[in-house]
């Protein structure tokens, strides 16, 4: 699969983190996605393709997910950032892993 450059990659990073975060809260809340998809308003299926990273959230699906799961869609967005953080060590692991087998 060819390597994504610049923003393309910036915005699929963040959509697999958004994903991360939707999934790790709603397990937290102990939620299926079914059960979080009637609590919100947002389509069971809509749900799966953001936990997968697939699609962007719009801001009105961001605060109905948010209100679905009972947090502050404060606590969405940094449990977000939190998992983009977690990516971005890992990718630096990686990197210092591979120059160091050189």
């Known amino acids: 699969m060819p390597q994504l450059k610049g923003s393309s990659a910036k915005i699929v990073r963040e959509r697999k ?3 991360r975060a939707l999934r790790l809260l ?11 998809a009637f609590a919100s308003g947002i389509h069971p ?8 990273g697939h699609a962007s959230p719009s801001l009105h699906t961001i605060l109905a997910l948010s209100r679905g799961l ?5 606590t969405l967005i940094r449990k977000t ?10 990718k630096a692991a990686r990197s210092a892993g591979k120059r160091n087998k050189k």
């Open 17 to 19: 983190a958004f994903g």
């Open 26 to 36: 709603r397990l937290e809340v102990k939620l299926t996605q079914e059960e979080l």
């Open 45 to 52: 299926t809509h749900i799966s393709v953001l936990e997968k």
């Open 70 to 74: 009972e947090l502050s869609s404060t």
């Open 81 to 90: 950032n939190k998992e983009l953080e977690m990516q971005k060590r890992l």
